[in-house]
C-alpha cells in the first residue's frame, strides 16, 4: 500500500512540475492578470509585457495585454496583440474580443467570422451569445438575434441588459405584452435602468395603460431628470388621463431645460387653453411660432385675435 502512496506522490509531481513549467504560471503573469481584475488595466501592461520579455510565444499574455488596452481605449493596439494570440492559437478569448473590435468598427462580415468561430470553441458562453445577438440585430436577422439572446438568457440570467434587448425586440415585433415581461425581468435586477423604464412604459402607453405607463416614466425621469424625450411622452400620457395641470409642470420643465423648444410653448400654450389661461397661452403660441412651429399661428388666430377677446369680455359683462 505504501508503494502505491509513493507512487501516485510521484505522478502528482510530475504532473504538477508539467503544468508549472507552462509558462502561463509565470508570476509576472499572474500579477497582471490580478492587477487586471482590480480595474488596474496601466499596471496590468506593465506587468505582463515583463511576462512576454520573458516569453513571447504564450498567446494568452497577448490577449490579457489586448484586454487591458481595450479597457483604456487602445483599441489598436489591443487589435495587434489579438492578431498576435492567433497567429500563436486559435483561442477563444482573442477570437472573442477580436470579433467586438470588429463589431464596434461595423465591420459585420468579420465580426461574424470571429465570433462564428469562437461560438465554436465555446457555445455556452453569454457574453458571446449577447454579442452575437446583437451582431444579427445589426444585420436586420431579429428573430436569429432572439434566440441568441434568448440562450444567452439561459447561460447567465442575472444579466438586465440581456431582456431589455429581448424585450426591445418583442417590442419591434408588436408584442407589447411579451416585451413588458422582459423590461419587468430586468428591473428586478437593477432597478436603476432608466432605459428599462422608458422602453416599458412607451408598451404600456400602446395597451392602454396610462397610470402605469405614467409611473414608469416618472421613475425613468428619477435616473435622469433631464431627458426631455420623457418629459414630453410623460406629458402626453397625463393628458390621457385629464391631468392637465401635470403636463403643464412637465412643460414647464422642459422649456427650464431648453427654452428653445418651439414645441414646448406650443404644446404648453395648447394645455393652457384648456385651464382657460388664454393670455399665457398666447404668449406661448407667439413664442412658438417665432421659433418656426407654423400651427402656432392657427392657434393665435383662433385664440388671441384682439376682436375675440373684445367679445369675450362683452359676454362676461352679460
Given at each position: ?57 504564450e498567446s494568452e ?21 489579438l492578431n498576435k ?234
Open positions: 500500500m505504501k508503494t502505491y502512496k509513493t507512487l501516485g506522490a510521484y505522478l502528482f509531481l510530475v504532473f504538477l512540475s508539467i503544468g508549472c513549467s507552462s509558462s502561463v504560471q509565470l508570476p509576472e503573469y499572474y500579477s497582471a492578470l490580478e492587477a487586471y481584475n482590480q480595474g488596474k488595466y496601466q499596471t496590468s501592461i506593465t506587468l505582463v509585457n515583463k511576462a512576454i520579455e520573458i516569453n513571447n510565444e499574455f497577448y490577449v490579457l495585454r489586448a484586454r487591458a488596452n481595450y479597457k483604456i481605449g487602445n483599441k489598436d493596439l489591443a487589435m495587434d496583440d494570440s492567433l497567429e500563436l492559437s486559435n483561442n477563444f478569448s482573442a477570437l472573442h474580443l477580436r470579433g467586438k473590435l470588429y463589431l464596434e468598427k461595423n465591420e459585420f462580415d468579420k465580426a461574424k467570422i470571429d465570433f462564428r468561430n469562437a461560438y465554436e470553441l465555446n457555445s455556452e458562453s453569454a457574453d458571446l451569445l449577447f454579442d452575437l445577438g446583437y451582431l444579427e440585430f445589426m444585420n436586420g436577422e431579429n428573430q436569429l438575434a432572439l434566440e441568441y439572446y434568448t440562450n444567452a438568457s439561459k447561460y447567465d440570467s442575472r444579466n438586465p441588459a440581456t431582456y431589455v434587448n429581448i424585450g426591445n425586440l418583442y417590442a419591434m415585433m408588436g408584442n407589447s405584452k411579451v416585451a413588458i415581461d422582459n423590461y419587468s425581468k430586468a428591473l428586478v435586477l437593477d432597478t436603476t435602468d432608466g432605459i428599462a423604464y422608458y422602453n416599458r412604459a412607451n408598451e404600456k402607453m400602446l395597451l392602454g395603460d396610462f397610470d402605469g405607463a405614467i409611473e414608469d416614466y416618472e421613475n425613468s425621469l428619477l435616473i435622469d431628470s433631464t431627458n426631455i424625450s420623457t418629459l414630453f411622452i410623460l406629458a402626453e400620457a397625463k393628458l390621457k388621463v385629464k391631468n392637465v395641470s401635470g403636463a403643464l409642470s412637465n412643460y414647464n420643465s422642459i422649456i427650464k431645460l431648453d427654452s428653445t423648444s418651439a414645441k414646448a410653448y406650443y404644446l404648453r400654450g395648447t394645455t393652457e387653453i384648456v385651464l382657460e389661461e388664454f393670455d399665457k397661452a398666447c404668449v406661448d403660441f407667439k413664442k412658438a411660432g417665432e421659433r418656426g412651429y407654423f400651427d402656432a399661428y392657427e392657434m393665435i388666430k383662433k385664440y388671441c385675435d384682439p376682436k375675440k377677446k373684445t367679445q369675450k369680455k362683452k359676454n362676461a359683462k352679460k
